[in-house]
């Protein structure tokens, strides 16, 4: 069974219901789990999570993960991504110099993309085609800026709220056949996905799940 997202995001007592799907050992399996686990990290450690009353129970239960030895190459892989950037306004007010965390976007598109296809078969009842495309935008900052126009995308759809203040979600069918996903972590992270029916795909939606980007720390 593959909980979606992680049950490790939710505090304690878990949510009942909460969205899972059955899973063979391709789809759910260590490298899942490692992905699971980098997902959690990523977005406790954001700056608009951090802090959060909600979010206490499950950065306790990371760092206490990160101190198991078997941990070490995890932990030193986190470490490696850590920096320093100056942080300015829209208008280029200088705010400082910020400690920031370098996302492996691949990593985090690839888990994205897994949890929206898991919430399309909990939510629908039926599995998606494999021949169906994701494109995922996993970049919270990005999706800050344009909250406005993500807010009046999903004006007026309900909301499924599965534990409040750590994880709801949302969906909205296009005419076209795509259907968009918003998941949204701490009321703080979110993340959108939308599927493509064969064939209506942008062509360059590989090229989009390249790189890394860098979000602001505490």
């Known amino acids: 069974m593959d909980h979606i997202p992680p049950e490790t995001i939710y505090a304690r007592p878990l949510p009942h219901p909460r969205p899972s799907v059955p899973a063979c050992r ?4 260590v490298q899942t789990s490692r992905d ?11 700056f608009r999570v951090t802090g959060l009353p909600q979010a206490q129970q499950q950065l306790a239960a990371m760092l206490r993960g990160l101190k198991d030895p078997q941990q070490q190459k995890y932990r030193a892989a986190m470490t490696r991504r850590l920096g320093k950037a100056e942080l300015r306004t829209p208008s280029g007010l200088y705010l400082g110099r910020r400690t920031t965390y370098k ?14 296809r898991g919430l399309h078969s909990y939510a629908l009842g039926t ?7 994701v494109l995922c935008m996993v970049k919270p900052d990005f999706l800050h800026a344009y909250v406005a126009h993500v807010g009046l995308l999903f004006n007026g759809r309900p909301r499924v709220v599965v534990q409040s203040e750590v994880f709801w ?15 949204v972590f701490f ?32």
Request: net charge negative; charged share 25%.
């Open 127 to 133: 599995r998606l085609p494999e021949d169906w495309s």
């Open 187 to 218: 009321d703080a992270y979110p993340i959108i996905g939308v599927l493509y029916p064969p064939g209506a795909a942008p062509a360059d939606v590989a090229s989009r799940r390249d790189g890394v980007a860098s979000i602001i720390l505490l």
């Open 103 to 116: 996302m492996d976007v691949p990593r985090l598109d690839r888990t994205g993309r897994r949890y929206v």
């Open 169 to 183: 979600y949302s969906w909205l069918q296009l005419d076209d056949g795509r259907s968009v996903w918003l998941l």
């Open 36 to 46: 699971d686990q980098h997902f959690r990290d990523t977005v406790l450690n954001y």
């Open 26 to 29: 391709r789809c759910h399996n």
